[in-house]
């Protein structure tokens, strides 16, 4: 066989890559060409052809499979030589079994020798005892180990050998170990393999990979310099693979084994479980490795409610339907027993004993459960919350807020934040996102707009107002904010503002390297970092002797076109985020969490959100909630990598397919980056990171600078093509004719989401089902009329070019507005929404007989009292409080959705009455008044 030359073949491996459908697809391809090869005619024509196909095959293959356990290096060595012997019979038999162990993960339970050829296919199962008692047969747990160790052939097949040696049947899970010779192959392997859990890592390695070097190339180049200093430094080439590794799976665990005794030396920066002293503990190290994925195995909170719901208890709680009582000893809801099993009423509980523990005080298991999260995803501690991010966000804001703070928050938020912001009474202050006028949803909140707000409370001396920013990261169209840039600007202004990152959507993203670094968690502790080291403290000096020399009269717009930089001696790194894990990851309905990273969480929050997390949280939690929020940590920190991967593989091809199929495109445009990020946010000027010829290969780019990027796995798709409105298109077309169920829609967009339960049949079904849907529209293209064809074209023009422009936030009306004297906008929305439960206070204005705005034109300022929500968009377009602008009633006018919150179209806009906005502004005056007169003044007055 032809030496392999890599660069030819494969492409640079990203942070993620598509190589998983690669592979499967190319084992499928080999067996066909091997099976026809091993039943063609060797003299015959094609057989030149098929050769050179089974060449490429096992050329493309074979740098894959070198990082993976199975086909092992030796499996992959018995099908070359069988390929250059010809014995082309040997070769399809043994690409068939590899196939078929590999679709059916059969290596995952033993090891596999290709050249023994009656191989029994039989399960080494382990086996579980279900709650009924009976016999389930589950596999043992598998995983594979990586040794980074630069050794000769025999050395090698030695070492695995004694790793396989140790490995026990009574041990809880199964491993197979992989040796990679060099620091590159370490890093392409652990990209490419998700079935690796540990590392072992014994320096003295090459830097560079003999066979693959290049494929990673971009992703060591910023430490390659310093590494070829210390190439044979064993302390530092470990030290400097480990932390790479970290960054890029943190999950990993990490083993050193060095020739130096670790006691003389610092050998171990943080990143290791353990540093083993010379190879020969080898005992040690199996327990090592299975105690390691043991820890992140074990779920304490969902074990104990299994352990409990066993026992057999006498009931006298408040809860019939426990043990399924109720149902069972009923003759007409036994069907509700057939539908859901056993095991969901015996797991019924709210108990807190019995080995289970309290949500509202945990102690034990459930404690434990949550600091495993934090664990997971990057937090300082983090809570479990039963009624979903609606409630995670109202803690938050209550635990942090006290009626009179301000509050900066992107007005395109989820309404659990308004409403949220009436219960605090904290006075808010909105901040308009970016327009998308076309596709009629929004983007973010530019990061000037957030300085210049912040920046204008400074000058009005109100800064120390200024509780939190709040903002939706990433938003429901997937929209995702430069979030470490974002704080760093902010608390260059002011050091201890918290920040709440609503990421509702975002609680996979932790679990991929290119999408962690915009969480909230990755980004607080990346800034608390940054701002310990003294090159940080240096650059500091710089920049606040530069910050100095200029002109006070310059300074604001000097800050709004320059990067902030925070004092390190006062910046206080305080961020909170509530993710909704039941919309992204394993987790029943409402399962969500709320992960903190507040220095100052302890010494000034830890009470208040204690006492803001009971007015919220049920005293009858449901367990079956927090139990899957238990075990859906323990998928993540085993498999979120390998999840998130397929997620973006699956995104990726449907978007290329979406891309380049001409018929597709008559009807749907999937939109890329540039759609709904303008091009001011994209400093990259990366417009989609799908290019024909490089794939996607530009998401790091945009991902590392830009102040916004999308997130490839949702996909919006514009469809104004069609003449069909967003929600007609998801009922009438996608549920009711193929079942696909979509959350998602505007005038004229339809969102689909990726997630890591979508399979590769799932997105060739959805493929179908547009293509089908293409056929359909034009047959009734065809077929239409003269007067539906018009009708059609006006619908397309409606969708296409004549969308009603989304309205900015208008203005609290004075009456609701405490800072108007100083100059500031901030609205008190709790006193306008408490104020409409007097029916007095307020009417209705008609909409539609032209009433209401006759009486704007001649002056009249209408004031909603409620919130006002149409769906879609989802969000606001009126709170309490707020003035009503011609601009929003001509949006209003133009919407075509049915469902309106808050608006009754028989009766009207809720709105206060001429009166009581008069009675408020008289008090207002006379309170202006007296804040300004003497403690004095005051008392004689009232006298
Ligand atoms: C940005 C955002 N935050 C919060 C929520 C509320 O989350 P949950 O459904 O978990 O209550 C949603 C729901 O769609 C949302 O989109």
Known sequence: ????????????????????????????????????LSNIDVKSEGVRRLKKAVELSLISLETIEDYTAFPSKENFRYLKERFEQEDYIALSHGVSQIHYFLENGTYRRKDVDLSLSNHSIENEENTHENISGAKTSRAKPYFEVLIVDNLIVDAENQLLNSVRSMRHPDDQFNYTPIVVPSFEDAIIAILINANIQACILRPGFPMKSERNSGLVSHIVAEIDDKLRKYIY??????????????????????????????????????????????????????????????????TPFFSALKKYSRRPTGTFHALPISRAKSIEMSNWIGDMLDFYGTNIFLAETSTTSGGLDSLLQPTGPLKKAQEYAARAYGSRSSYFVTNGTSTANKIVVQALVQPGDIILVDRDCHKSHHYGMVLAGAHVKYLDSYPLNDLSIYGGVPLKEIKRTLLNYQALGQLDRVKMLLLTNCTFDGVVYNVRQVMEECLAIKPDLVFLWDEAWFAFASFNPIYRTRTAMSSAASLNRRYQRTRYHQKYQVYKNKLAKIDDNNKTAWMLENKLLPDPEQVRIRTYTTQSTHKTLTALRQGSMIHIFDQDFRQKVENTFNEAYMTHTSTSPNYQILASLDIGRRQVELEGYKMVNKQLELAMTLRQTAYQSERLKKYFDVLVNKDLVPKEFRQSGVDSFFNVKTGFSQMEKAWADDEFVVDPTRITVHIGKTGIDGNTFKDKYLMDKHGIQINKTSRNTILFIVNIGTSRSSIIYLLNCLHKIVTELEVRELEMSPAERALHKKRVISLTKELPPLPDFSCFHHAFCPG?????????????????YDDDNYEYANLDNGELEKQMKKGREFVSTTFIIPYPPGFPILVPGQVISQEILEYMKALDVKEIHGYNPELGLSVFTEKVLAKLEKKNKMRRKYDKLSAKEVTKIVK
Request: aromatic share 12%; glycine share 8%.
């Open 820 to 836: 108007k004297d100083l100059g500031s906008t901030e609205g008190d929305i709790r006193k306008a929404y408490f104020l409409s």
């Open 1 to 36: 066989m032809s030496k392999v030359d890599n660069k030819n073949t494969q492409k640079m491996i990203g942070f993620y890559h598509q190589l998983n459908n690669k592979r499967q697809d190319t084992w499928v391809k080999l067996k066909k060409y091997t099976f026809h």
């Open 233 to 298: 430094n064993s302390k530092n080439q470990g030290n400097e693979l480990g932390r790479l590794i970290k960054y890029l799976r943190p999950e990993l665990d990490l083993y050193l084994i060095s020739d130096m005794a670790t006691e003389s030396g610092n050998q171990d920066d943080g990143y290791f479980n353990r540093v083993f002293y010379s190879e020969k503990s080898s005992l040690d190290m199996h327990h090592s490795l299975l105690g390691g994925v043991a820890a992140r195995f074990d």
